[in-house]
């Protein structure tokens, strides 16, 4: 969806190194999602935020902290990149006042991270 | 805790015929379901849910799928499958009284649609 963007698309680093993916949205969403997608174990939640202030650990955090710096930009952080971090990153949106879309979430392209 | 299961890695078909990608799930109450499509380096893509009614729920590019209460499924469902439609399907389920509104996903089935 053009209306969520992510920075870069593609980024490979060593391990040890800190690496930070950029989530940007154009909807005016006031949540904001962080996924990773590994072959077989579908997506699973790293990350939400509902504005802000508000930011809340998902299903596998450890390893990795988020910024909300507005309410359109979610950054995702790896402190010190492993190779089990490997994955694909999708960033989403979601805004249960959207009328009509209230219980979606729309997805950005992706950022393929490949950790050596 | 609550789970999706997508029971097939793969599914294969032949162009024209009908295609059917399974969901069941475990979630205490009544869940929302969805399902979404990823094609290669895209993004997920909403496909359709459900949330209350009719438990035939209809979707984009001529998708339907079925809520059953009883087996706690919601399969994906295609009358007539184009190549195009060869692509990564994930179901999800969201718990009713999640204001959050997380989504659980399956772990995806690749759907193999042959001219």
């Known amino acids: 969806d053009a209306d969520v963007t992510q920075t870069p698309r593609n980024r490979i680093t060593k391990t040890g190194k800190r690496i930070m993916l950029e989530c940007s949205q154009t909807k005016g969403h006031d949540r904001m999602y962080w996924y990773r997608q590994d072959p077989g174990l579908g997506l699973r939640l790293i990350y939400y935020s509902f504005d802000v202030k508000d930011i809340n650990k998902g299903e596998i955090s450890d390893g990795y902290s988020v910024s909300r710096q507005a309410q359109a930009k979610f950054s995702l952080s790896l402190e010190s990149a492993i190779p089990n971090q490997t994955a694909l990153y999708f960033c989403a949106t979601s805004d249960p006042l959207w009328a009509g879309s209230e219980y979606e979430q729309f997805f950005g392209p992706g950022t393929r991270l490949t950790v050596l | ?115």
């Open chain 2, 1 to 115: 805790a609550q789970s999706v299961a997508q029971p097939e890695d793969q599914v294969n078909v032949a162009e024209g015929n009908p295609l059917t990608v399974k969901c069941t799930y475990s979630v205490s109450g009544n869940p929302y379901l969805f399902w979404y499509v990823q094609y290669p380096n895209r993004g997920l893509q909403f496909l359709l849910k459900y949330i209350t009614g009719d438990n035939l729920v209809k979707g984009s590019y001529g998708f339907e799928a079925e809520f059953n209460k009883s087996q706690t499924s919601f399969h994906l469902k295609k009358p007539s499958a184009l190549v195009s439609d060869s692509a990564l399907y994930f179901c999800a389920v969201r718990a009713r009284g999640d204001s959050w509104g997380k989504l659980q996903f399956g772990a995806g089935t690749q759907v193999v649609v042959t001219p």
